[in-house]
């Protein structure tokens, strides 16, 4: 009875049921259930997303971190759309694949082996989905006789077949760890393929892999060799969506129960969308979504690009039916739809619409301006060459000038029959690149000191000592090569040195060496390898290597910097307070004179924006919070709460800053000892520097007194040339300004009645057109336009040519009432008569000439103009 009442419920299965029912599964058979990790990869710079459940266990694959748990399963959020797992051109095509999905995982590290994972994955799939027996094959790799083995003596499989490494030896990316796989498949056949399957390696959507259980006993070095792993590991993973799509007997993922709501959003907003772009458009706002919520904008580079490609791709495919925003509005629904187990993504659901909301507009104003243009072009070259290869240059400008999508580009060319090289694209992107990139100074020291347990490295003293005793174990000269004497300007590496080489964002330290008879300015240090570069100009004597040195830094420069090192670390914990938790750094400055600030974020911020994390900064200054740190393993920071800037790369100890209770982050910079020896802050600019990255530029302590002064000095001087005091400026200023308007639009209406006054045209008929022509002197465009609208408003049927002399320019101004002319093409071939250009619409244009010619001449060029049309 009770089996019967199983049975009934499994049919009505839901997604969040099959979800809950896979963890239940394996918390019943000692396995600690984990959160999914972020959809950026946590210290992990080979991948731009996480693309399966395994990536936040790397570390303990490879044997680098001890697990806290043998054994544990997960929900992992995941992204595949970029790099060796890239799903995204296959997206609406087929019935399971999406850029976003989630992967149900069972691992092991060391704790059990292919026996068990076997057991569990067919025990979960049969007897609690209750997918029929028959309808599975297992697929194993053709060289592990074992885990076939397994399958028939463990289980009643019925089939098992045999498969070679690109189908069944999983790799996670170009290096990492791997093993054999053997993959759960379940025939569909209710499907039909349209071709020949050769069971069941084939790509259909016929034969469905389901779940993929990798035996990890290996790890890919970068040259592509294999060596063993110090423990036998698993590592398994199931698409949430499509064992869903099997066990509720639907044709696609798309039309599972959680996908529903998300189709009947979209079809309330674009009721005649084709499938194919209906199915884009619910993954990429999921997607998009859920990258969102985990600090991931939409951008020109990196993983925030290919957010940018998967919206666009929504949006270039619903364009024919829809020329308005409407994903942000489907994204509440996905809100709505998946927050009962993802509920992070309700306190982020207003970032994801308004994040959306611009990358919608700004499509669709590209598009409303640029996309006649460029469909001119293709339509001028199929008239004009004969040839099917349109050219990259053409394609490059209207993507690197006007934003023109890629996509979009070669679908309209497509259309036409036409193609693009992609190799001669690239290279122009590429040529683009190295011309935008700044040149950036680089050391290059090739390290000829000796390894040995005292000189394979440089002992950082500097978190507690400004001056310190050092050796001398190498002098090189700027270009990298080593010498024995140093004099001039020179590299030094020490044994040991209280100097900060720059990293983390915060510049090197400066200060003095000294030494018998030497004595030198240090102007920067950098970091080798693991040795500290001290870049030195040498003031007096020599240095010799193995001297005995005395390192001091400058410790003005030294306590500026760690002002504006500490404040960093509150401006980004007062950002994610204020603005959201999708607040991620994108980069920063530390310097003594300021600290700069890049950090994800769709919109400016505002005024009050500005003002909130100012006070909210300064708050936490005043608290005078104790600043400590600590070193300790990354796994259990992060566990912490420690903020990691993801991409950078961490070692298997890390160090932790701490700022009372408000801020803790991964850093290995220097710092106050308290919040309160900042003394102050105030943020001084606000910036956009890409799409959905915005600039702080902040300073703090001594320099911002230096700030108030500069504008005190400023105001004092402002108040001294309109001769009121500072109180009475601003009421001052205002009444210069109105009467400066004032001023201003005295003298446009003198100007306009001057130049109705000065007027004098000439007034000839050509086939039924009155061409009135003046040139004139000292008059603007603008008011040569206020003369056109009059004259054209006296004569009717009529087209008004004006031209004037001023400061040295000759400008050109056409208007019409008739529509026999087109003053557009009449400006254009008046401006190549005078050596310019210019051109408009039909009915007004505007141009400027280079070469002076005499009324009389221009008058019979006009005139010959017509008597051609």
Request: negative net charge.
């Amino acid at each position: 009875m009770k089996l019967l009442l199983y049975n009934r419920i499994v049919v009505e299965m839901k997604v969040f049921e099959i979800r809950q029912a896979f963890l239940d599964f394996f918390e019943k058979r000692d396995h600690k259930i984990l959160p999914s990790s972020s959809l950026v990869p946590q210290d992990d710079p080979t991948l731009l997303f996480t693309n399966a459940g395994m990536v936040q266990f790397k570390k303990y694959f490879l044997g680098e971190i001890t697990p806290d748990h043998k054994n544990v399963a997960t929900v992992q959020r995941c992204i595949r759309a970029g790099g060796k797992h890239n799903d995204l051109e296959n997206v609406g095509r087929t019935s399971r694949h999406m850029t976003f999905f989630e992967m149900l995982g069972n691992f092991s590290f060391g704790g059990y082996f292919k026996e068990k994972a076997i057991v569990f994955a067919w025990d979960f799939v049969t007897n609690f989905l209750k997918i029929p027996k028959e309808k599975i094959i297992a697929t194993v790799y053709e060289e592990d006789d074992e885990a076939e083995k397994i399958w028939f003596r463990e289980t009643d499989i019925r089939k098992v077949v045999r498969a070679g490494k690109e189908s069944n030896f999983w790799t996670m990316g170009e290096q990492g760890p791997c093993g054999p796989c053997s993959e759960l498949i379940v025939v569909r056949d209710d499907i039909d393929s349209g071709h020949e399957c050769q069971e069941p390696i084939c790509d259909c959507d016929r034969f469905l892999e389901i779940w993929n259980l990798v035996f990890m006993q290996y790890n890919m070095r970068a040259d592509g060799t294999l060596e063993p792993l110090k423990t036998k590991n698993i590592d398994t993973g199931m698409g949430l969506e499509r064992v869903s799509m099997i066990v509720q007997k639907v044709p696609s993922v798309f039309d599972t129960d959680v996908f529903v709501p998300v189709k009947n959003a979209v079809l309330n907003l674009v009721p005649e969308i084709d499938t194919f772009a209906l199915r884009v458009v619910m993954d990429a706002v999921r997607c998009s979504a859920f990258a969102i919520a985990d600090g991931i904008m939409p951008s020109n580079e990196s993983r925030g690009y290919v957010i940018r490609r998967i919206i666009r791709r929504a949006l270039r495919y619903s364009m024919n039916y829809v020329d308005r925003p409407f994903l942000n509005e489907v994204a509440k629904e996905v809100v709505n739809t998946m927050s009962d187990f993802w509920t992070h993504l309700v306190q982020h659901s207003d970032i994801i619409q308004k994040t959306l909301q611009i990358e919608e507009e700004r499509f669709f104003d590209t598009i409303s301006r640029v996309l006649p243009i460029f469909e001119k072009e293709v339509s001028d070259f199929k008239k004009e060459i004969k040839s099917q290869e349109f050219p990259a240059d053409i394609v490059f400008a209207f993507w690197d000038t006007h934003g023109l999508p890629l996509d979009v580009m070669r679908e309209i060319l497509s259309e036409n029959s036409l193609y693009l090289d992609d190799a001669k694209l690239e290279n122009l992107i590429e040529s683009a690149k190295k011309k935008a990139k700044k040149k950036e100074e680089k050391i290059q020291i090739h390290i000829s000191v000796p390894i040995s347990s005292e000189t394979s490295g440089t002992e950082f003293l500097g978190y507690y000592n400004l001056i310190s005793d050092a050796k001398v174990l190498g002098i090189y000269l700027p270009d990298g090569r080593h010498t024995d004497i140093g004099n001039g300007e020179i590299l030094v590496i020490t044994d040991k040195t209280p100097f900060y080489p720059e990293g983390g964002g915060q510049v090197g330290d400066v200060g003095f060496i000294r030494g018998d008879a030497f004595e030198g300015y240090v102007f920067d240090t950098k970091k080798v390898g693991e040795f500290i570069v001290h870049k030195v100009k040498v003031k007096k004597g020599n240095l010799r290597k193995d001297m005995k040195v005395i390192l001091e830094v400058d410790q003005n420069h030294r306590e500026q910097s760690a002002k504006h090192h500490t404040t960093t670390h509150l401006l980004h914990s007062a950002l994610r307070k204020i603005l959201g938790t999708h607040v991620r750094q994108m980069g920063s400055l530390v310097e003594p004179k300021r600290l700069r600030f890049d950090f994800s974020h769709p919109v400016q911020l505002s005024d009050s924006d500005i003002q909130q994390i100012e006070n909210l900064v300064n708050t936490w200054i005043m608290a005078d919070y104790e600043v400590s740190h600590e070193y300790m393993k990354i796994d259990e920071a992060i566990r912490m709460g420690a903020l990691a800037f993801f991409g950078d790369k961490y070692g298997k100890i890390v160090r932790v800053v701490r700022i009372g209770d408000v801020s803790l982050e991964l850093c290995g910079g220097t710092h106050l000892s308290e919040s309160g020896e900042a003394g102050i802050f105030k943020i001084v600019r606000e910036s956009g520097v890409s799409a959905g990255v915005r600039r702080l530029e902040a300073i703090a302590g001594w320099e911002l007194l230096k700030y108030v002064r500069e504008k005190e000095q400023f105001i004092s001087e402002l108040s001294k040339i309109v001769k009121v005091s500072p109180s009475e400026l601003m009421t001052r200023l205002k009444n210069i300004v109105e009467e400066n308007i004032a001023i201003k639009s005295e003298l446009e209406s003198l100007k306009k009645e001057l130049i109705t006054r000065t007027s004098n045209p000439d007034i000839f008929d050509v086939k039924e057109l009155k061409i009135i022509f003046d040139y004139l002197r000292g008059f603007s465009r603008k008011e040569l336009g206020f003369l056109t609208d009059r004259l054209k408003e006296k004569f009717s049927n009529s087209v008004i040519v004006l031209i004037s002399e001023n400061s040295g320019d000759i400008d050109i101004v056409c208007g019409t009432n008739s529509t026999k002319v087109d003053c557009g093409d009449l400006v254009k071939k008046i401006s190549q008569f005078l050596g310019g250009s210019g051109g408009g619409k039909q009915t007004f244009a505007e141009g400027k000439g280079r070469t002076k010619r005499g009324r009389s001449e221009i008058a019979d060029y006009i005139k010959s103009l017509f008597e051609q049309i």
